[in-house]
């Protein structure tokens, strides 16, 4: 089975600092996904990444920024937290476009 | 811009019974594909089924069916049966062919009363 791996499962930070979320993955996935859920809104993706090193922004980038320097590791980082980013982030990888999402279990940050 | 339309916040089913969630979506393409995920209270989200649009034929997986209306746009999901397990928060989902960006409806929470 595909492991998606989120490194916490409730955080909790202060404005301006700067947060950083991790992801592994297992299967050697060349794509992964960052997603914010949010109540009512469903889910909205704000990076993906289709390869190492590569990157591309999703619907809500603006205040986050990524990072793939390995295949297995997809790093979400909060440059500047702002309470507006209190939410449940989830990650997610595939292998491939014909192949579904493997999300973690989610980490739920409060910006305080 | 394609969106994804979950009319339904929430539904009551009773333990054995058979329950329908709605989902609509609207695009201007014809490849592409559906999806339905499940989000217990554990909050890892899991695939329930996925639909390719060029097949006619409804996908189904064990319990859990789809009603593919393709001109109507429509995508719902039956779970016969229900069972207290499958009280979650059910997601619609939908991907272009060739693409990599899922757009998600805002969720169906599901309860299963004993």
């Known amino acids: 089975d595909v492991k998606v791996t989120q490194s916490s499962r409730y955080l909790v930070k202060r404005t301006g600092e700067k947060v950083f979320l991790e992801c592994v993955q297992d299967?050697?996935?060349?794509?992964m996904f960052w997603y914010r859920q949010d109540p009512g809104l469903g889910l909205r993706l704000i990076y993906f990444?289709?390869?190492?090193?590569?990157?591309e922004k999703g619907d809500i980038p603006e205040g986050y920024s990524v990072s793939r320097e390995k295949k297995e590791r997809f790093s979400l980082i909060l440059e500047s937290a702002s309470t507006n980013q209190t939410s449940m982030y989830l990650c997610?990888?595939?292998?491939?476009?014909?192949?579904?999402?493997?999300f973690g279990d989610g980490t739920r940050l409060s910006i305080l | 811009a394609q969106t994804v339309t979950q009319s339904q916040p929430e539904m009551s089913v009773q333990e054995a019974e058979t329950v329908t969630l709605s989902c609509t979506y609207d695009t201007s393409e014809s490849d592409y594909y559906l999806f339905w995920y499940k989000q217990p209270p554990s909050r890892q989200m899991i695939l329930v089924i996925r639909?390719?649009?060029?097949?006619?034929q409804n996908a189904t997986e064990n319990r859990f069916s789809v009603n593919f209306q393709k001109a109507a746009k429509s995508f719902s999901l039956k779970i016969s049966d229900s069972q207290l397990g499958d009280a979650a928060m059910y997601f619609c989902a939908y991907r272009e062919e060739g693409t990599y960006k899922y757009i998600f409806g805002t969720g169906t929470r599901l309860k299963v009363l004993a």
């Open positions: 990444s289709y390869d190492v090193k590569m990157k």
């Open positions: 299967m050697d996935h060349e794509n």
């Open positions: 639909q390719e649009a060029y097949k006619q």
């Open positions: 997610a990888s595939r292998q491939g476009t014909s192949q579904p999402q493997h």
